[in-house]
């Protein structure tokens, strides 16, 4: 946001803000690391777009705002799923836009870290020379880029995989004068709907809420909550504040329950993601091929063809590919349950719901051509359509089998729908019942 929110939002020892991104033994990037997060942060600094324009107290309301109604939305979500969570495991967040990407450097740098060691043991192949010093910068620039591109996109994100421990990979508290300032797995990256977001202050500060962390609990990930970029789309939506910010809340809210009520869902998503990273091909021979099925597709997109694919997908191995379509199963699951929680409670104490609705799905397929283009080669299309499948399922299987009958998809992995039960909610449920 503006500089007119002062030094940040409210500075909080536990967020994330601008830093380094040397490990707890000070090792910063080195010819073994696949990106150079130093310089992805430096780069994403560089390109975040200035915001609405704010003071100080209307940074503070926004933020107190969140805490508040973050908390309020635990207990509409609990009713309403009739899921037993501790809110107390997952911390809420709230964040501006440096705060955002700080969180995010810190995530993947975990999440990729098995891919990296796979990257070291073959440094004496032809591979180790492409991701030596020069190449992790190469690819640090890149990650910038997209993390500022995806820092407007957003209005929250739960990151399942974040623990009181990893949050030592990046020192803090920090302070800074900087101004400007979902990967597999991370559950409720909420885009904005569209368009161009907004915002950022002048701290990479965040205030947290929801419940300290207890000590005889293992933390469970934490929510973000993007402050700036809920102010920009309210603000373009021309719709009640106090109503969109609990709105957001709700959607986000239902994913900090899903994880903290079903211990066994983090550890199952990190293993798939493990998967697919072990299953990289870093022959050069296969990463030249997939990379130019991958340059073609730009071009068939770009001209305004191409099918449903983004870049992305073709970058991809065919194992992986089996784990990809497991993995979005379960997340169209998680964010289409979200949606039908955030609608289900919605007109129970949000006056204006349904012009929020109407008005956030109509953004959705907004923005520009280079927008539009940018969405299509970073799967982010694919996110929106999650949100639409899941939530047919979860309506459908509620619909057939009662709450209690869809909740028998919390029990185990193997409960989960496959994709092909995601667009086939009657194959669930008979599947379901024949384990009863």
Request: contains cysteine; proline residues 6%.
């Amino acid at each position: 946001m503006s500089n007119r929110a002062g030094p940040g939002w409210t500075p909080d020892p536990d967020s994330p803000g601008p830093g380094d991104t040397r490990d707890r033994n000070g090792a910063g990037s080195d010819g073994g690391e696949m990106v150079d997060w130093d310089v992805a942060l430096t780069t994403a600094h560089r390109l975040l777009r200035p915001g609405p324009d704010v003071s100080l107290d209307e940074a503070r309301e926004v933020v107190a705002d969140l805490r508040e109604f973050a908390r309020k939305a635990e207990g509409h979500v609990r009713t309403y799923t009739g899921l037993h969570a501790s809110g107390a495991r997952a911390p809420v967040v709230v964040v501006d836009r440096v705060g955002w990407v700080q969180a995010n450097v810190d995530a993947f740098r975990q999440i990729l870290e098995p891919l990296v060691e796979k990257v070291r043991e073959r440094r004496s192949d032809a591979t180790g020379g492409m991701m030596g010093a020069f190449g992790s910068r190469v690819t640090g620039v890149e990650a910038g880029a997209l993390l500022a591109f995806l820092s407007s996109k957003v209005l929250g994100q739960f990151d399942p995989f974040w623990s009181d421990d990893t949050v030592g990979a990046v020192p803090a508290p920090r302070t800074s004068s900087d101004d400007g300032a979902a990967t597999p797995g991370q559950s409720g990256a909420t885009p904005d709907g569209g368009g161009n977001g907004g915002g950022n202050s002048g701290r990479g500060g965040a205030t947290s809420s929801g419940g300290d962390l207890v000590p005889s609990l293992a933390p469970a990930g934490r929510l973000l909550l993007v402050a700036p970029n809920v102010v920009h789309i309210e603000r373009d939506l021309g719709v009640d504040p106090h109503d969109f910010r609990l709105w957001v809340c709700l959607h986000e809210e239902t994913h900090r329950v899903q994880f903290t009520a079903v211990p066994w869902l983090r550890d199952h998503l990190r293993g798939e993601i493990r998967g697919f990273l072990e299953h990289t091909d870093l022959d050069p021979g296969a990463m030249f091929s997939q990379l130019r099925q991958g340059v073609e597709q730009l071009g068939r997109i770009a001209r305004g063809g191409g099918d449903e694919v983004s870049f992305i997908d073709l970058v991809q191995t065919p194992a992986q590919r089996e784990i990809i379509d497991r993995v979005t199963a379960v997340m169209s699951l998680l964010e289409g349950h979200a949606d039908v929680v955030m609608d289900g409670v919605g007109p129970e104490v949000i006056a204006s719901v349904a012009t929020i609705r109407e008005r956030f799905q109509q953004r959705r397929g907004g923005g520009n051509w280079l927008d539009q283009f940018l969405k299509r080669i970073l799967g982010l299309d694919a996110k929106l359509r999650q949100y639409r499948d899941g939530a047919a399922f979860v309506r459908a299987v509620v619909s057939s089998a009662g709450q209690e009958g869809f909740n028998k998809v919390w029990e185990s992995p193997d409960h989960l729908p496959s994709k092909a039960e995601i667009a086939d909610p009657d194959a669930w449920v008979s599947r379901m019942r024949g384990t009863s």
